[in-house]
């Protein structure tokens, strides 16, 4: 948090952005932000206020029945949406990564872990199978994962919920893609395991300068990750503003509402 890695540039630029799935009931409205390199933007608001369609909308992803309805959306020097013109060809992935809070269950069940993450290394980066092998290692270790060796020997089905989980967001991670996009990557496994986890891939993105913004329904987790906190409700970004300012002097009621009702939050003493 608060780290000194952040260029002063933006970065990733979006400006009005509008989504809709049906005629007239918009799911976005006018979202505007900025992000700098390296930051970690928390992105928090109840349920259906929108946080899964920005998040997708910002690659390109919006499920069947999305529609752009307006706006820009802006990385680096790249205009990846202008005027409903889509252009993400060769951003996904490699430089813009996502994962889903149910990404583990997306590893294919009839082929090694291992070969899999191989085969996604050495779609991104020049390097033998046995380099490739020795960086899924290395990422599968700082996720600390027990034995890492042992998890690439794996199948998906010999591998718990949770082991599955940690193994696709290491292995996201371990593209280092420029920008990660994480919708409740962690909301699936239990606190503990949560907050491990959280505390792995922050440490990973620390080290590579990658941007990250994170979608989760915790209020707690998004004030120890990010530098900035986005509030979002009723398909609007009510509030974005630096961790410490947003959770000891929140602007909006809704806020104000989201921190109350994470008593245990430190900072969480703003007057009333
Ligand atoms: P959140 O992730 O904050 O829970 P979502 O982005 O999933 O919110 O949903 C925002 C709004 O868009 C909700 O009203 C939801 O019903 C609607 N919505 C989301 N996905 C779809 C879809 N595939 N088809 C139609 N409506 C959707
Ligand atoms: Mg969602």
Redesign the pocket.
Known sequence: MMQLRAETTPWLEVKDLSVS??EG?P?LRDISFSMKQGEIIGIV??????????I?ALLGLL????QYSGGEITFRDWVLLRDSQQNWRGMRGKRIAMVFQDSGSYLNPIRSIGSQYVEAIRAHFPMSRKEAWGLAVRTLARMELDDPERVLHSYASQLSGGMKQRTAIAMAAALEPELLLA?EPTSALDVTTQNEVMSQLSKLCADKGTGMIL?THNMAIAAHMADRIGV?LD?RLVELGDTLRVISNPEHAYTRKLLDAVPELEGNKHDQ
């Open positions: 799935y049906k009931i799911s608001g109840e349920s259906g206020s929108g946080k899964s369609t920005l997708r499920p069947v029945g999305g919708d979608v979002m398909s």
